[in-house]
């Protein structure tokens, strides 16, 4: 196999949750083809891309909106009755939490890396690399069909090691209405920065001072629109949110993300919609207890 392994969704098919867990176990991540309607991801493509105009913060060339679960126009993405039925398959025989999490991005360029915090300083405690009940997954919902040059690249088998060189290299062909599913500790990039946009992130960090939290001047991102316009390249948007098992290791992701959320984006607090909560209810989800808390 080249790659992590895909599952095809239809309206009749029950998805087999051990085939889930091993394709998790052994990969890291996996792909569920048509698990979203084109309709739903027109839908949530203009919702993003409105939100992010309105609201999102200058960051990698793009822009991105970090604790994007309290947009209520969001809710029903994130509580997605068939994505919520892959996570609850993969956190197997125990109970399934929503961490919170959420982060909406439009042409952000990236480099490798994990989403497990190592770079702020590590979400977990111990060694989670080796810890089998470490279960914290992300779904990655690209907008628009993914090409060779923008789509997600992964490590597979990455996610047991914290060596960022690790893993065989596959680059997810998704489509819209495919979701990915990975476990956060997984090796990963988005869209690689040429050498054109390498320049312009230099000047930007030079302007920041090289802060993640600063938001880049307005004219990097005017020389990033400029050359796509000219380079022929259309907007990238995607979705990221993190459900995990009920155990110690998403509690801990849930505390550091909350934290990380709300300090990149300015805020005091990180309500959640009521819709989105009442959703997960009745899917029989929980809140971490970082998320609960910040619901009052």
């Not at 197997?92 to 909406?104: R, V, Y």
Request: aromatic share 8%; proline share 3%; charged share 25%.
């Amino acid at each position: 196999m080249n790659g992590p392994q895909s599952f095809e969704f239809g309206n009749a098919q029950v998805l087999d949750a051990s085939a889930l867990q091993n394709a998790m176990t052994r990969d890291g991540a996996f792909v569920v083809r048509n698990l979203l309607s084109v309709s739903e991801i027109a839908r949530l493509r203009e919702q993003v891309r409105q939100r992010l105009v309105r609201s999102g913060r200058r960051l990698s060339l793009g822009r991105t909106l970090p604790g994007a679960a309290s947009a209520s126009e969001l809710s029903w993405a994130l509580s997605h009755p068939r994505i919520v039925a892959v996570f609850k398959a993969l956190s197997g025989s125990t109970s399934t939490l929503f961490t919170g999490h959420c982060d909406i991005h439009m042409n952000m360029l990236s480099g490798w890396h994990k989403d497990s915090g190592e770079t702020y300083g590590g979400y977990f405690t111990g060694d989670y690399f080796a810890a089998d009940d470490c279960c914290v997954y992300k779904a990655a919902i690209y907008l628009q069909d993914a090409g060779e040059r923008d789509g997600l690249t992964i490590r597979c088998g990455s996610h047991r090691t914290p060596d960022l060189n690790a893993g065989t290299d596959a680059k997810l062909l998704t489509r819209r209405g495919d979701v990915v599913f990975f476990d956060v500790r997984i090796n990963h990039c988005g869209q690689l920065p040429d050498l054109v946009e390498t320049g312009i992130k230099a000047a930007a960090k030079v302007a920041t001072r090289g802060s993640r939290i600063a938001q880049e001047p307005p004219w990097a991102s005017r020389v990033r629109d400029l050359y796509w316009r000219v380079t022929g390249r259309d907007d990238r948007l995607s979705v990221f949110f993190t459900y995990g098992a009920s155990n110690r290791y998403t509690e801990e992701f849930a505390e550091a993300n909350v934290r990380r959320q709300l300090q990149q984006a300015g805020a005091d607090e990180a309500l959640l919609p009521a819709g989105l909560l009442e959703s997960l209810r009745e899917q029989d989800v929980r809140l971490c207890a970082a998320a609960g808390a910040a619901q009052g």
